[in-house]
């Protein structure tokens, strides 16, 4: 179980000594405002589990953009929605997010919310699961107070996902994804009631366009373990949403975390983890996933490029094939899909000729350039490429060493 946490002592202990200094000052400008100033949502909730959050999402009961305007030092530093009552400032290497508490209707499922100003209370019930519909005051008397009009401290500590209200998923059904991301990084449950109408209104998915959706995704790539989220969904029926024949299974156990050491110490990139996630699907089902998501050109590429090469494994892995043919074979791929194709290659030959394609050969180059050929007396025309390519080839062949050694094969080649 969860202890409770002070919210002010959570403050000071897990925000850095400037950004509290930054809040305690937005905090009394807004009270020279006559305003109220509140941390909402993601940070909240992080705060009162003891944790590090520096997205950071305020509050005003007043006028939001106004408020954010004092507090950015530059005017450059701003960004604002006066639609949406929305300002976001850049402060330091951090992006500070300033709203007007707002009221959200939604016209019809899927649609995006219309806006109108607010209390904080009505703020927080539009919010989509009651973890992340608590407020802390950052104004006068208020600093440090916790607003909980929906338990979420209480689902925090019985670790516990649960919706506001029974209409939540079919005015953002976007939500069932979030759902299932928070409950798999905190390794909460979201709760049966939640999870009942979570189930009944898959359905409204369809109504969400293909942008949020993958925004979504996008958000589970970002995950410390985004493949607990996928087989989750994959178990209620969710991934099938995105294609039919898509299916998270003890695989992605295996391969996700491969994806994770081949990018040590960077994260793996979503184009890494989607060719994974993917890889099972035929080239048709991976054109219907990618047209349907309008999935990023690099994403859809490196999609594509690991379904080339998985039929290229019987060529990589022909017994005393020599390592320029190892290269053209390759050297059109995307470096994700070569990767990709690492972890999924189920023989250790084509493992082996994929690993020294992508730690060597990828990067062998002739001592020669075209500039030294043109020295040489070479003429410029399609034959240059020719004589540079095979220049390439004996180099990746380990048949040129030196800089003379390369000088003989043009001349030998030129004279031809
Ligand atoms: N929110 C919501 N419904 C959504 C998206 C967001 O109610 N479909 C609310 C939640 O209160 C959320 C806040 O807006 O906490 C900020 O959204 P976001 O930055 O996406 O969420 P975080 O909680 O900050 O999530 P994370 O920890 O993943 O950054």
């Known amino acids: 179980m969860a202890k409770v946490i002070n919210p002010a002592d959570s403050i000071e202990k897990n925000l850095p000594a400037e950004l509290v200094a930054f809040l305690q000052l937005a905090g009394k400008r807004a009270a020279a405002r006559q305003e109220k100033l509140y941390l909402v949502g993601g940070v909240v909730r992080d705060l009162l589990l003891g944790k590090t959050n520096l997205d950071i999402d305020l509050a005003v009961e007043g006028n939001a953009i106004a408020l954010a305007k004092e507090m950015a030092d530059k005017q450059d530093n701003i960004t604002v929605?006066?639609?949406?009552?929305t300002a976001k400032i850049r402060w330091?290497?951090?992006?500070?997010?300033?709203?007007?508490t707002r009221r959200e209707t939604?016209?019809?499922?899927?649609?995006?919310?219309?806006?109108?100003?607010s209390s904080l209370i009505e703020d927080l019930i539009r919010r989509d699961f009651t973890i992340n519909a608590m407020a802390i005051g950052l104004t006068g008397q208020d600093y440090g107070l916790l607003y909980d009009p929906y338990n979420g401290q209480e689902d925090l500590i019985n670790r516990g996902i649960r919706i506001l209200h029974d209409k939540s998923f079919i005015d953002d059904s976007t939500?069932?994804?979030?759902g299932l991301r928070y409950e798999q990084r905190l390794g909460f449950q979201i709760e049966p009631h939640t999870l009942e109408l979570l189930k009944r209104d898959i359905p409204m998915l369809d109504t969400v366009s293909a942008d949020r959706i993958y925004y979504e995704i996008e958000c589970i790539l970002k995950e410390e373990l985004p493949e607990k989220v996928f087989k989750r969904a994959h178990?209620?029926?969710?991934?099938k949403k995105l294609h039919p024949d898509l299916k998270a299974d003890s695989r992605l156990d295996d391969r996700f975390p491969q994806a994770r050491e081949v990018s040590f110490p960077h994260r793996p990139s979503p184009a890494l983890y989607m060719a994974l996630l993917t890889y099972d699907l035929n080239i048709t089902e991976k054109e219907e996933l990618n047209s349907y998501l309008r999935l990023p050109k690099l994403i859809a590429q490196t999609m594509r490029d690991s379904d080339s090469i998985k039929s290229r494994f019987k060529y990589i892995a022909t017994t005393g094939i020599k390592r320029s043919e190892i290269y053209h074979l390759l050297y059109d791929y995307s470096l994700q899909a070569i990767m990709a194709s690492?972890?999924?290659a189920e023989t250790e030959e084509v493992r082996q000729n994929l690993r020294l394609y992508l730690d060597k050969l990828r990067s062998i180059k002739p001592l020669l350039t075209g500039k030294d050929l043109l020295k040489m007396g070479v003429t410029q025309g399609p034959h240059m490429r020719e004589i540079l390519n095979s220049?390439?080839?004996?180099?990746l062949d380990d048949r040129v060493k030196t800089r003379e050694d390369e000088e003989r094969i043009v001349k030998n080649k030129y004279s031809k």
Do not use: C
Request: glycine residues 4%; positive net charge; aromatic residues 14%.
């Open 92 to 100: 330091h290497d951090l992006y500070i997010d300033f709203a007007a």
């Open 391 to 395: 220049l390439l080839d004996a180099k």
């Open 175 to 178: 939500r069932i994804w979030r």
């Open 342 to 344: 690492i972890i999924v």
């Open 106 to 117: 939604y016209a019809n499922p899927g649609a995006l919310p219309t806006v109108s100003p």
């Open 81 to 85: 929605h006066k639609n949406f009552y």
């Open 235 to 239: 178990a209620l029926g969710i991934l």
